[in-house]
């Protein structure tokens, strides 16, 4: 006999998803609280927290592909986060024709007011086992990895994009990796998502690591 629930079931990517916009609709309620109680919108609040990654700071044109919004969007925001004094404009040491975008210190100083954005996420993820959280970062890795080769995203700082990453070549379990900038092994939970010092490697050597990473095919 058919079961009429599996008959009407959805596809499993279809649920998560779903499951993704329930989380999203959490995070953008928490954003635009957060940010409209400090009289920003929610471009302006993000404009602040990219920034806040960004000490060396960013050229227009990459912040505005980095929130996947059009340049003159982004150049809105900014005018009045300038005029607020969150935001600076800087030269570039060596050419002063590019200009880069700071936080000042007292951007620096509303964003540590912003960290509660994201926070009933956080909370969520760490109610769950520690295993389940450390399945979900490589889960969340894989996607955003897939996103980026498919040009869907800006390519991020993570570690699997790193010219200086070594997956899996140590015989620790805890520590496979290796960071050749720093000379240091280190585990999955130490995997970087956003690291200043990163820099991307060549599409061939970043092919190779991730599927090393993946297991895919073993590290010579
Ligand atoms: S430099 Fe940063 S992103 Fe690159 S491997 Fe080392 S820790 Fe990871």
Known sequence: MS????QADLP????????????QVAMRAESWEEFGQQGLNPTQGQILMVLSRRPS????????????????????????L??????RKTKLKGDARVVLLQLTPVGQALV???????????????????CEQHQLFRTMLRIVRELQANGKIPVTRMCVTCRY????????SERPHHCALVDAAFGDRTLRSDCPDHETADRHLAARNWEVFSGLIARE
Request: net charge positive.
């Open 3 to 6: 079961n009429p629930l599996e």
């Open 12 to 23: 499993l990517s279809q649920k998560v998803l779903h499951a993704f916009n329930r989380v």
């Open 57 to 80: 700071g960013l050229r227009l044109s990459t912040l505005a592909q980095e929130l996947r919004i059009s340049t003159p969007t982004a150049s809105d925001s900014v005018r009045v």
């Open 82 to 87: 300038v005029e607020k004094g969150y935001l």
């Open 112 to 130: 540590q007011r912003l960290d509660a954005v994201g926070e009933s996420v956080a909370a969520a993820i760490n109610a769950l086992p520690d």
């Open 165 to 172: 990453f070594r997956p899996n070549v140590h015989r620790d």
